[in-house]
């Protein structure tokens, strides 16, 4: 069966749908529950990791390093969950890393404008223009976040398969929707989808290994070959290449490990200023 | 169904079908290699098989067309389609228009043994897809 994703403006929202999409599927809702485990896993603070899925680096919150940290520590664990199949799962931007696979269904529910801002103003009514800029004000922040956390507007509709708005469909519908969804052949898992999920999870459990030591990795999985990408000045490459390889292959899935170091231009002009 | 599955394999390379048929044939298939979708195609009006196994990119005649042609004819036979171009769509259209599996290349033989080995569970008729010689090497077949 297909796994669901689903995201949403409103998260109280998100959650009462989910929760229902998985009663009627039979399947495990998969939320922020899991953050402490991840948290309690890595050493950090929980707190930070749901600041990392709602803000985005700045000086005065979290640093770009940190922010990218624990946003691997989350999408490491939300991608182990999503292997283990018949999941609904929210609450963990796995919309914006988990693309490309064909029986992941991702949906976005859009609230009832009206009512959201309400929600986002502590229950308050307020005006139609004061509603209406504070909606304007969080679809930018959410945009600005996703794109400098995974590179995807998470507003553009054309990240989902479905989005339902909540203004004319009830929720009692929108589950029904969904369910039904799940059944199209389409999303039915195959050979091919299941192993670039677990592509992806590899991947991620590898950058995982690697963060701490070098924070610009990025890894992509192949079955039992991993490519390790990442910058290092000309003299660094060496060793960095060893101690990659050293780690990455600690893994027991992974067979192979290919590092690609790109000229770091930042640091080697700032060098040599010096 | 009794006796061995009957399987078309169709891929316009010649290595793949080298190399899978007797992959195929260890675990107990009776395997037809083509290389050209219509020939392919002809054959498969004059014989009903068990499982078809094509590639999707093809000249003249895509597996899509391929896959259609099968589930019309016979909608009982699993086809598994093969792919080094895979991609989101195209996996997801393959599945809508009926397909059994889709693998992207390369895969090993192993690989393709065991969806057949789910296929044949799915006519009802288990086979075992480890009966493998242990000899067979289990790199990557050449099949890009």
């Known amino acids: 069966m297909p796994v669901v994703t689903l995201s949403s403006d409103s998260h109280p929202l998100c959650r009462e749908i989910a929760v229902r999409t998985a009663t009627a599927l039979g399947y495990d809702c998969v939320d922020r529950e899991i953050l402490k485990a991840v948290a309690e896993r890595h050493g950090v603070p929980e707190t930070d990791l749901h600041k990392a899925l709602e803000e985005s680096p700045s000086p005065f919150g979290i640093s770009s390093k940190n922010h990218a940290r624990y946003l691997a520590y989350i999408e490491e664990a939300a991608l182990a969950v999503l292997l283990k199949d018949n999941v609904v799962c929210r609450g963990l931007a796995a919309h914006l890393y988990v693309r490309g696979i064909s029986h992941v269904l991702k949906i976005r529910i859009l609230a009832d404008p009206q009512k959201l801002a309400g929600e986002i103003s502590s229950g308050r009514t307020p005006s139609f223009e004061k509603a209406s800029a504070l909606l304007k004000r969080r679809e930018r922040f959410r945009r600005r976040w996703s794109l400098a956390a995974y590179r995807v507007d998470e507003t553009d509709p054309s990240v989902y398969d479905m989005v339902i708005s909540l203004t004319r469909i009830d929720p009692d519908e929108a589950v029904k929707t969904i369910v039904e969804t799940t059944g199209y052949r389409k999303f039915k898992p195959m050979t091919y989808s299941l192993k670039c999920l677990k592509d992806k999870a590899l991947a991620g459990r590898v950058r995982v290994a690697l963060m701490d030591r070098f924070p610009d990795v990025t890894v992509q999985a192949d079955g039992s070959s991993v490519v390790v990408q990442t910058k290092a000045l000309e003299r660094e490459k060496q060793k960095r290449t060893e101690a990659i390889k050293k780690l990455a292959g600690e893994f027991p899935e992974v067979a192979a490990v290919e590092v690609q170091i790109l000229p770091d231009i930042f640091r080697k002009a700032a060098e040599s200023f010096r | ?144």
Do not use: W
């Not at chain 2, 675990?27 to 078809?52: M, S, W, Y």
């Not at chain 2, 003249?60 to 589930?71: K, N, T």
């Not at chain 2, 989101?88 to 690989?111: H, L």
């Open chain 2, 1 to 144: 169904m009794a006796g061995k599955l009957e399987i078309l394999l169709l891929d316009d390379e010649p290595i793949v079908g080298k190399r899978l048929k007797p992959a195929l044939a260890k675990i107990g298939c009776n395997v037809e290699v083509f290389e050209d979708p219509r020939q392919a195609l002809d054959r498969i009006h004059q014989k009903t098989f068990d499982i078809v196994v094509t590639d999707i990119r093809m000249e003249e005649i895509d597996g899509l067309e391929i896959l259609e042609h099968v589930i019309r004819k016979s909608p009982r036979t699993k086809v598994v389609m093969i792919t080094g171009y895979a991609m989101m769509a195209v996996a997801r259209e393959a599945m809508e228009k009926g397909a059994f599996d889709f693998i992207s290349k390369p895969f090993t033989p192993d690989d393709l043994r065991k969806v057949i080995a789910k296929a044949a569970q799915a006519l009802g008729s288990p086979i075992d897809s480890e009966t493998a010689t242990p000899e067979e090497p289990s790199e990557p077949a050449e099949t890009r």
